[in-house]
């Protein structure tokens, strides 16, 4: 009977999406001594307490969940479907729901997908020999993932340990990390269909619904911790919060591996382990030459780091060796500050940082010790920029300044009060320079979930972008604020009298005929006055605006001439 058994497996198993699983199993059937681990099952169901149908089939799914808790686990996406569609779950984080309901093509409730594109159907089609069959498929890769409530218990921290426990190649893989409610239980139904008890109920994906990008490819022995935080909310109760993590081809849809969190700590998987996990400050685009990074380290072995040695160098010039000395527990973090470092700028630059010892020894595992910064020459733009900022969900943390060369703040901006707003800001620059952005975030984590920030010049050139960061992100620009063509168009611009309080007026030579306009803009790119003139002959062309009901501030003028552009800037009164 058990040989019957296997080779059913493997048949049923040939006739599915998923190939890969069955050379999986035949290598299982063979006698394969690969050092995969055991599988934990996910089952992500779509369900909704104003479902008729839900109601009738969850009571047996989850107690057949809850049978077999040691080699499956789920998680509840609820819907807002059928009518009213007031499911209290759904309406707590309708973004996230949809982001998954999108992701299958999901068009009825209740709904399995069981590993992914595994299997899938309604829960009632779900029994104790499918769950054996989808469990008896190796995994590669093993998970561990910690969950902790911070002191006043409004936000949780989690920590994930993901090895690869055999070769994976995969084009898209990605980490998805859920935090879940195991049990909420209402003294009355909350929607139409009479339920009252729901189980693992996401709450939260992390650090988006798009998950983590990994590498595409791992080998065996090769590791990776990550880190995650939520600001709780809508958690009905603490004690039942839990976070499930799980890896899954992003293109197929097949999820190779998950686990649940428990508050165990996490098990180190060397003695002697410190971890070179992000360089910040770094620009991605230079031309001042000059920089000065900061580098975070994590102690990723079980014996506590008392000293190390870091070396760094920019584009192959002189290594510099800084010998770190303190006292790092298991997933404790320094950062080291490094003074401004000065380089010739090239086309394509390397900022190379590496940890060459550990506790006066090597370090157990060499494949996360080193950081590769590339960073290139600065764009130089003859014409202005435009930056959108992309706000997260607490945009009261976000501010920026722009500098020139010398260090002068020209333009500043935030904090802002609307979150997941885009705001639309004219740069500012006021004279050929090299100018430098930094983005700040008074709450360390960058520009969180869908936040960013870009650069745009031209029609559509992208100067940088970014919004992954901790405090602060710096990139710098080179801007030509007239160039031989441009002179050829239009000299002797004078904006006048400044500051204003009335009237501004506007006046330029135009060198020959052109179409020619002039705009007032606020600071945030918003335009508030043109004079849009049409074809000019050459000569002396002049414009102007009744200001006096602007507020006090600064503003930008630009005049357009010949499909050039020039800002300047006017303060009003």
Not at 179 to 193: A, L, Q, R, Y
Not at 254 to 263: D, M, N
Not at 309 to 322: A, H, K, L, P
Not at 436 to 451: A, F, H, K, P
Request: proline letters at 4%; aromatic letters at 12%; one cysteine or more.
């Amino acid at each position: 009977m058990y040989f019957s058994n296997l080779f059913y497996l493997s048949f049923k198993l040939l006739f599915m999406k998923k190939f890969t699983l069955f050379i999986a199993v035949a290598l299982l059937l063979a006698g394969s001594t690969y050092a995969q681990s055991q599988r934990m099952v996910l089952a992500e169901e779509f369900t909704s307490a104003t479902c008729g149908p839900c109601a009738s089939q969850n009571p047996a799914f989850d107690a057949l969940l809850q049978q077999n808790a040691d080699v499956i686990t789920s998680i509840k996406y609820h819907m807002s479907w059928p009518s009213p569609g007031n499911d209290p779950m759904y309406l707590q984080n309708p973004t996230d729901n949809n982001a998954r309901r999108a992701y299958y093509g999901i068009n009825s409730v209740p709904h399995v997908h069981m590993d992914g594109a595994w299997w899938n159907g309604m829960p009632s089609q779900v029994n104790q020999a499918r769950i054996n069959m989808a469990a008896a498929v190796p995994s590669p890769f093993s998970i561990q993932v910690q969950h902790q409530l911070s002191p006043n218990a409004d936000s949780i921290y989690i920590t994930t340990l993901i090895n690869a426990t055999d070769n994976v190649s995969s084009g898209d893989l990605r980490a998805f990390v859920v935090v879940i409610e195991k049990h909420i239980h209402f003294n009355s139904p909350p929607g139409t269909n009479g339920e009252r008890d729901f189980y693992n109920v996401m709450k939260k994906m992390l650090p988006t619904n798009a998950g983590q990008t990994l590498p595409s490819s791992f080998t065996t022995g090769q590791y990776m911790i990550l880190t995650n935080k939520w600001a709780l909310e809508n958690v009905y109760d603490n004690s039942e919060l839990a976070v499930v993590v799980f890896i899954q081809d992003y293109a197929t849809k097949e999820v190779y591996q998950a686990a649940i969190s428990s508050t165990n700590a996490i098990t180190p998987m060397f003695t002697n382990d410190a971890e070179l996990t992000n360089v910040y400050y770094a620009t991605d685009k230079n031309c001042s030459g000059t920089m000065a990074p900061k580098f975070r380290i994590r102690n990723n072995g079980s014996d506590a780091i008392t000293s190390m040695d870091i070396s760094y160098y920019i584009n192959g010039g002189d290594t510099t060796t800084i010998n770190w000395t303190g006292n790092l527990d298991f997933l404790d973090v320094a950062e080291i500050q490094l003074p401004q470092l000065s380089f010739t700028v090239e086309d394509t630059n390397h900022l190379v940082v590496n940890i060459t010892s550990v506790n006066g020894t090597s370090d157990d595992y060499t494949a996360n010790n080193l950081i590769n910064h590339e960073f290139y020459r600065a764009d130089i733009l003859g014409e202005p920029a435009v930056m959108f900022l992309g706000l997260d969900d607490n945009p009261e943390q976000t501010t920026w300044k722009l500098f020139n060369y010398a260090g002068d703040v020209v333009q500043e901006g935030g904090p802002y009060s609307d979150p997941n707003s885009i705001q639309t800001i004219i740069l500012g620059f006021t004279s050929s320079s090299c100018y430098r952005l930094e983005i700040y975030d008074s709450g360390n984590d960058g520009l969180t979930g869908n936040g960013f920030y870009q650069v745009v010049y031209g029609t559509s050139s992208v100067a940088f972008t970014g919004g992954d960061f901790a405090d602060k992100d710096v990139n710098e620009i080179t801007y030509d604020v007239v160039g031989v063509e441009e002179q050829n168009a239009v000299n002797n611009i004078k904006v006048y009298p400044n500051p204003a309080s009335d009237n501004l007026n506007v006046s330029f030579m135009l060198n020959y005929k052109a179409p020619v306009s002039v705009t007032v803009y606020d600071m945030l790119g918003k335009a508030l006055m043109e004079d849009n003139m049409g074809t000019q002959a050459s000569g002396l062309i002049s414009a102007s605006f009744d200001i006096s009901n602007l507020q006090s501030g600064m503003y930008l003028v630009k005049v357009q001439a010949a499909e050039k552009t020039f800002l300047t800037k006017v303060f009003v009164k």
